[in-house]
């Protein structure tokens, strides 16, 4: 069983609002990554990170930040949420040591209304 | 781009039966591959992995199979069982873009009991 948590597990927010979505993994982890899946549909990367203090973008243009101060924590942030913006995220991280594989959080599901 | 994607988006079996899901993927250059399983409202589990120099490897109840001629991946699972139902997810990763895996959509594995 993987050790990645995701808070909150269900968002309901307004137009506009700016919210922090939180991810921790207490394997030591350097690698992490951020999705966004729709539901049933394949998962798209918005954002990954080898490391503290290194993040990239991934394929999904997106209007979200993250940052990467603790190897533990990668938080993703939205400064202005949009209705576009509703959707499941889901976090992952991985070890340079297991090739390829990644181990998912439960997901935030994020509604902005 | 190079994508990932599964031939079939649903899959019904009776409880018992073998499954099979299928996975075509374009970049030849792939040298890893996944598959995970999805339930309702969780993050995406890791079941089996093989890499390129591989054709076949097995674990519990799973086989997958990667035939690098037609780019062609499936996972086999063998007396499904209703706790098989679930969304199946196939990801691929080519060594020098790194540890990002690349996902295809999804198959729908329903086990009618």
């Known amino acids: 069983e993987a050790d990645i948590y995701q808070t909150p597990r269900y968002l309901v927010i307004g137009t506009g609002k700016k919210i922090t979505l939180e991810c921790s993994q207490t394997?030591?982890?350097?690698?992490m990554y951020w999705y966004q899946q729709d539901p049933g549909m394949e998962l798209h990367l918005i954002h990954y990170?080898?490391?503290?203090?290194?993040?990239e973008k991934g394929d999904l243009s997106s209007e979200s930040t993250v940052s990467r101060i603790r190897t533990e924590h990668f938080p993703l942030t939205l400064e202005s949420a949009r209705p576009s913006h509703t959707s499941q995220y889901l976090c992952?991280?991985?070890?340079?040591?297991?090739?390829?594989?990644?181990?998912f959080g439960p997901g935030t599901r994020l509604t902005v209304t | 781009g190079e994508s990932v994607g599964l031939h079939l988006p649903t899959l019904s079996v009776q409880e018992g039966d073998n499954s099979i899901i299928n996975c075509a993927y374009s970049?030849?250059?792939?040298?890893?591959f996944i598959w995970y399983k999805q339930e309702s409202g969780k993050g995406p589990q890791f079941i089996i992995d093989?890499?390129?120099?591989?054709d076949k490897r097995q674990g519990q109840r799973v086989t997958v199979l990667l035939n690098k001629t037609v780019k062609h991946l499936s996972l086999q699972i063998a007396a499904t069982q209703p706790g098989d139902s679930a969304v199946y997810f196939c990801?691929?990763?080519?060594?020098?873009?790194?540890?990002?895996?690349?996902f295809g959509e999804g198959t729908q594995l329903t086990v009618n009991p």
């Open positions: 394997m030591g982890h350097d690698k």
């Open positions: 970049n030849s250059a792939s040298d890893y």
């Open positions: 992952a991280s991985g070890s340079y040591i297991e090739t390829g594989e990644q181990y």
């Open positions: 093989i890499r390129s120099n591989m």
């Open positions: 990170s080898y490391g503290v203090n290194s993040t």
């Open positions: 990801a691929e990763n080519e060594e020098t873009s790194g540890s990002r895996l690349t």
